[in-house]
């Protein structure tokens, strides 16, 4: 075999910075591995496997004696570089990157429950979370009891008996209903739970759960984090403990794992993170605004209103409203479709935290899962729109909003 080619030169380290460096620079360099060829941007290692230089190199590298890579479920160069990126952005001290949202958040929970075991949750949540919850656990003998999101005495009551985990949606998709991060914390460890925040409506950027005291934090990386619209994804992140107690062997076995090519578009959007979820932020509370005073509007659900129930608690534990509003309208479902199809920038679509504004009728869509009796109660009811508000000029989705309604 010829020579290693091309100058190839393992790049010595450099000592690292002796001050703490601010989440934009961390967000372009943290978890930076450059090859010997020295490449300025992440290298995408697209290989599920890994060589040794001897049997023996084998052996200890499987007995987790030596840093080597061993196999793609486990860990890979550039899933490793977005974890590291990822982990320094919340400040976290891991990550696993996960192939979805739903794999995050079911990883998170079954890895630390068994039968017999009980299950608090906020009752405002993502469709699918609440399958996992209500329908997959209880099958395995987990009980799991659901609490109104700002019902302090509800929390009080649920934690006052031994729980093993405790799932916080906050804010919810898509009312975006708030939990006290702090205060149910707060209760949970009392009775010795671990407090898992799906931190996906407010991303890294708006809201850190770890600082307010929970445990875990999942994310489906699909929304802001690529936030372009391009992969499917997922992050746990939290304390080394739980990473050692429980996830490390549960995901290493069940395999949801990233994969390679999703991990380098998504180190690469993390770049951007910043700049576009506050953005995207800074519009939707314009946006919410102006929804607000339209009289074709019953209500208008965001954080960033003073209008909204939990607006007192996100000014607290939120560095801005987020990217989503939850609008309801006076009208009847037939109206409110006639009101999506008139819309000339604003796309039709069921995802958010992209680029390109979204709306979308939860009741029909995303929500559609769930008993009408279930989406009442989470106030989805057929009149309500899903607005995801993306990175086009503010006033043109304003001009949009008007000449549709
Ligand atoms: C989208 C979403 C998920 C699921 O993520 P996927 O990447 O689609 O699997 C979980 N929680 C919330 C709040 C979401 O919006």
Redesign the pocket.
């Known amino acids: 075999m010829s020579k290693r080619p091309w100058g190839y030169q393992p790049q010595p380290e450099r000592p690292d910075p002796t001050w703490e460096l601010h989440q934009e620079t961390q967000s372009v360099r943290a978890g930076l591995a450059r090859s010997g060829f020295g490449e300025t941007s992440e290298a995408l290692y697209l290989n599920s496997g890994f060589t040794y230089a001897s049997a023996e190199q084998a052996v200890s590298s499987f007995a987790d004696e030596v840093d080597h890579f061993v196999y793609g479920r486990f860990a890979n160069p550039t899933i490793s570089m977005f974890e590291e990126r990822l982990a320094a952005i919340e400040g976290a001290e891991f990550c696993v990157g996960t192939g979805?949202?739903?794999?995050a958040?079911f990883a998170s929970i079954a890895c630390m429950v068994k039968s017999g075991d009980r299950v608090v949750a906020s009752a405002a949540?993502?469709s699918?979370?609440y399958v996992i919850l209500m329908e997959i656990l209880p099958k395995w003998g987990v009980e799991v009891e659901l609490v109104e999101t700002n019902d302090v005495k509800g929390w009080t009551k649920a934690l006052s008996k031994p729980t093993k985990v405790v799932f916080i949606?906050t804010p919810?998709?898509p009312m975006l209903d708030i939990v006290d991060i702090k205060m149910v914390s707060d209760l949970a460890h009392n009775v010795g739970a671990t407090v898992i925040v799906?931190n996906?409506?407010a991303s890294p950027v708006l809201q850190k759960p770890l600082e307010l005291g929970a445990d875990v934090v999942m994310y489906?990386?699909?929304?802001h984090i690529d936030g372009q619209g391009r992969v499917?994804?997922?992050a746990i992140l939290g304390k080394r403990s739980y990473l050692e107690e429980h996830l490390s062997q549960f995901v290493r076995h069940t395999g949801p794992s990233l994969s390679p090519f999703n991990a380098w578009v998504l180190v690469k959007s993390l770049e951007t993170i910043g700049m576009r979820v506050d953005r995207m932020s800074q519009s939707a509370q314009k946006i919410a605004e102006f929804l607000e005073a339209r009289p074709e509007i019953k209500s208008v659900r965001y954080p960033g209103l003073k209008s909204h129930p939990g607006y007192e608690i996100a000014q607290k534990q939120m560095s801005g409203g987020g990217s989503t509003i939850g609008i309801e309208f006076k009208a009847d479902q037939a109206s409110v479709f006639k009101f999506m199809n008139a819309l000339r920038v604003i796309d039709i679509s069921n995802n958010?935290g992209d680029s390109k504004s979204l709306i979308t009728h939860p009741a029909s869509s995303t929500h559609r899962r769930l008993a009408p009796e279930v989406r009442a109660e989470m106030g989805i009811t057929d009149s309500v729109l899903r607005l995801s508000v993306g990175l086009e000029h503010y006033s043109d989705l304003l001009k949009d909003l008007e000449q549709a309604f």
């Open positions: 979805s949202g739903m794999s958040m949540m993502f699918s979370c949606e919810s998709n799906d996906v409506m489906s990386a699909t929304k499917l994804a997922g958010l």
